[in-house]
């Protein structure tokens, strides 16, 4: 993911790093960072700090700690240079020598954390959020970029992008988004600008946990398509969905796993020139390749 529209961005910083983020944080902004992990790595870790004091130590509201070796990932909070009670998942997305995405999305009552497009972790808030300005990161690991990507950096929903000459084969589209709470479905649409047709409908219906696919043409909906091996959806969740276009098929990808094929029941792929989001999700970016 390119870091699009950003407040604030970093670009190749020396490790360890220390930045100011000019007006601190807000709710709903995300914290992008993309690097890679070196071949010899034992741990790297990022911290969202209350200024940049040495002596005494600032305060860091959320210390964030993968330690490869071990496979697991350490969150905690210091004040007044104690420690808290650490928080352990045992997970380990982030692999030796492969470039990763970490986003961090800030809440106004915890921060959720994602990799490569999954979601790993929720870290509630231990220090207010208004106190924290810095961005910190150590140990063993090489950043290309940090960025600060304002709330609704994209657009509210419901939300229409136009598609520069129109879909073909080869094309992607990434979308990212958080699902609401207590969301009951939201869709994503592949349409032409101009009347109703709708080439591609994904549809997640939470309650029911059914991903719907389906096409509407000739103001008709076509056979709904709901097989699938399992719900990829989780409501208040980050999620990342890849839809590519080959020539015969739409792929759809949720969180890095591969879902779904559709056959294109739209033939003219060129006329598809509108990608939609609406329903009960906030969207946070999308990106067409």
Request: some cysteine.
């Amino acid at each position: 993911m390119s870091i699009s529209n950003p407040r604030q961005v970093f670009h190749n910083p020396v490790i360890p790093f220390a930045g100011t983020i000019l007006g601190g944080f807000l709710p709903g902004e995300m914290v992008l960072i993309q690097g890679s992990v070196p071949s010899d790595a034992d741990r790297f870790q990022v911290d969202f700090t209350c200024g940049s004091s040495v002596m005494p130590r600032a305060d860091v509201a959320f210390h964030f700690n993968p330690r490869i070796k071990k496979s697991c990932i350490v969150c905690n909070t210091l004040t007044k240079e104690r420690w808290g009670h650490e928080q352990i998942h045992y997970e380990m997305p982030f692999r030796l020598e492969v470039d990763f995405e970490l986003i961090i999305l800030i809440l106004k009552d915890q921060f959720k954390v994602a990799v490569n497009g999954a979601h790993l972790l929720e870290y509630k808030h231990r220090v207010v959020l208004e106190r924290v300005d810095t961005i910190s990161i150590s140990g063993k690991v090489k950043v290309q970029a940090v960025g600060v990507l304002p709330p609704s950096s994209v657009s509210s929903v419901p939300f229409r992008g136009h598609l520069v000459n129109g879909l073909s084969v080869g094309r992607s589209i990434i979308i990212k988004g958080e699902i609401n709470q207590n969301a009951e479905s939201f869709c994503v649409n592949l349409r032409p600008a101009s009347g109703s047709d709708i080439a591609l409908h994904l549809n997640p219906r939470m309650k029911k946990r059914v991903f719907v696919r389906n096409s509407f043409l000739s103001d008709c909906w076509g056979l709904e398509e709901t097989a699938l091996a399992s719900f990829p959806f989780i409501a208040g969740q980050y999620f990342e969905m890849i839809i590519w276009c080959d020539s015969q098929h739409f792929r759809v990808a949720v969180n890095g796993q591969h879902q779904l094929d559709y056959k294109h029941r739209l033939k003219e792929l060129s006329a598809v020139s509108q990608v939609e989001v609406r329903g009960d999700v906030t969207l946070l970016a999308v990106r067409v390749l």
